[in-house]
């Protein structure tokens, strides 16, 4: 199958599986989840306009940022995302699947990680602060999860103060529950370090510089068995970036090696700003 049709085909499911724990897990118990996302469950709570059109609303001045400053070809998938997510929150039915509180929102988190996770995956992102985290990441290295732990702080105390504690207590553990799962199915570190053993090395690293707001270095290196000379490309990212880097250099050098592995602190110019 084409994988352009793949990507899309990924984008429809996640899209469904996000709208189904929305509608069906969360909602009819007054429980919201992170990001914008969250803010869209809030609004429609309380002034009962539409889920979808909330979404779509919510995320518009993002995706116009996100248009100007990042890569257009990324930035059509988490449109086309965008808009799948809203038709789906419109057409799922809110369902209330059980009586059970606790039960929905662990499956739901784990429902809307699941979602997430595999658009992140196969596709690109999922829009809302997912475009703020990729600017940010790429112009500075103030750390995504801070940005995100206030927005969903603030979301989780907009749910106490409106609704009682105790849904503001469901929120967080759906929050938790579904980073958990985004976590496991994408990966578990904001920070990654990326070895990438090529015979194109120049090639790649002229690629890598015009796309990726990176610093990099580069290490000459042989071929164990084949003796062939090589070029290491060894850089530190964010997991928003990982795809692209990966699919860059694929394009230039199919047989690259890429080795990925997790980064727990970076000192120094993370960010390098070629603009």
Known sequence: MNSVVLKYIITV??????????NMFLLPHGVLSSGISGLA??????????????????NLPLLILGYMKLQKSMMRNTIFCVIMVSVFLSLVPVVQVSDNPLLDVV?????????????????????????????????????????????????????????????????LLSIFISGKAIDTIYTSHIKLTVNIVTTQGEAIKDALIENIYRGMTLMDAQGGY??????????????????????????????????????????????????
Not at 250 to 273: L, M, Q, R, S, W
Request: aromatic letters at 10%; proline letters at 2%; hydrophobic letters at 50%.
């Open 107 to 171: 499956f739901g988190g784990m429902l809307l990680g699941v979602g997430i996770g595999i658009i992140l995956k196969f596709s690109g992102t999922t829009g809302g602060m997912d475009i703020i985290a990729i600017i940010i990441s790429q112009r500075s290295n103030v750390p995504i999860g801070l940005i995100l732990t206030l927005l969903n702080g603030i979301i989780v105390l907009s749910s106490g103060y409106f609704f009682d504690w105790g849904i503001a207590l469901l929120t």
């Open 41 to 58: 469950l809030l609004f429609h709570i309380l002034f009962k306009v539409d889920t979808g059109l909330l979404n779509i609303l919510l």
């Open 226 to 275: 084949s003796n062939e000379p090589r070029q290491v490309i060894m850089m530190v990212l964010t997991r928003y970036e990982l795809k692209d880097v990966i699919q860059i250099c694929k394009n230039i050098d199919p047989d690259c090696f890429i080795n990925v592995y997790e980064t727990t602190e970076v000192h120094g110019n993370f960010a390098h700003n070629h603009l």
């Open 13 to 22: 499911a996640g899209s469904l599986i996000i709208a189904i724990s929305f």
